[in-house]
């Protein structure tokens, strides 16, 4: 089955860059979207298809995705953006989930 | 407004059942494949099962299968989880999710326990 690694933890100062790494083997050919959860909250979806903003997600969140790797990355990181965040892709009918990031902002 | 409503968690013994209900709305309902998302406490989120819109295809993850069975009733916008033979494992907070290859929305979850 396909799996999907990701950083247990990635530290971000205030006002700076965070980026969040989501591996899979050839996951550039696959369609992969991000979701944030914050503690006893149902996960958000921040970016779907790679790249694409749903409506109401701050511009600061951006997506990428080639290779063996895809990127959730927050510019000018908030307090309000510490959570955990998942990567997800479609395979085989189903959900892969990715092993999830907590993302602290310092 | 999307509004997705589970309901049906709780305790139960080990071997027991237990059947989840997701209310649906603010959407076309039966255009949606529908998913089943479980996460432990502490954990990261896991897919349990899905079905087509129409209810004639259903798939489960390995950890469930032969346990639980997914259906819905597009009538009553409502999707069902069966949770049979419950295990210590299945203890989870229980996620409805509509959509295809990712899910714009999400439940607040129903939480089961599976414990004596």
């Known amino acids: 089955s396909y799996e999907l690694t990701q950083p247990l933890s990635v530290s971000v100062a205030l006002g700076q860059t965070a980026r969040i790494t989501c591996g899979g083997n050839n996951i550039g050919s696959k369609n992969v979207h991000w979701y944030q959860q914050k503690p006893g909250q149902a996960p958000v979806l921040v970016i779907y298809r790679d790249s694409n903003r749903p409506s109401g997600i701050p511009e600061r969140f951006s997506g990428s995705n080639s290779g063996n790797t895809a990127t959730l990355t927050i510019s000018r990181a908030q307090a309000g953006d510490e959570a955990d965040y998942y990567c997800q892709v479609w395979d085989s009918s189903a959900y892969v989930f990715g092993t999830g990031t907590k993302v602290t902002v310092l | 407004e999307v509004q997705l409503v589970e309901s049906g968690g709780g305790l139960v013994q080990p071997g027991g059942s237990l059947r989840l209900s997701c209310a649906a709305s603010g959407f076309t309902f039966s255009s949606y494949w529908m998913h089943w998302v479980r996460q432990a406490p502490g954990k990261g989120l896991v897919w349990v099962s899905r079905?087509?819109?129409?209810?004639?295809?259903?798939s489960y993850a390995d950890s469930v299968k032969g346990r639980f069975t997914i259906s819905r009733d597009n009538a009553k916008n409502t999707l069902y989880l069966q949770m049979n033979s419950l295990r210590a494992e299945d203890t989870a907070v229980y996620y409805c999710?509509?959509?295809?290859?990712?899910?714009?929305?999400w439940g607040q979850g129903t939480l089961v326990t599976v414990s004596s």
């Open positions: 079905i087509n819109s129409d209810g004639s295809s259903t």
């Open positions: 999710a509509p959509g295809r290859e990712y899910s714009g929305y």
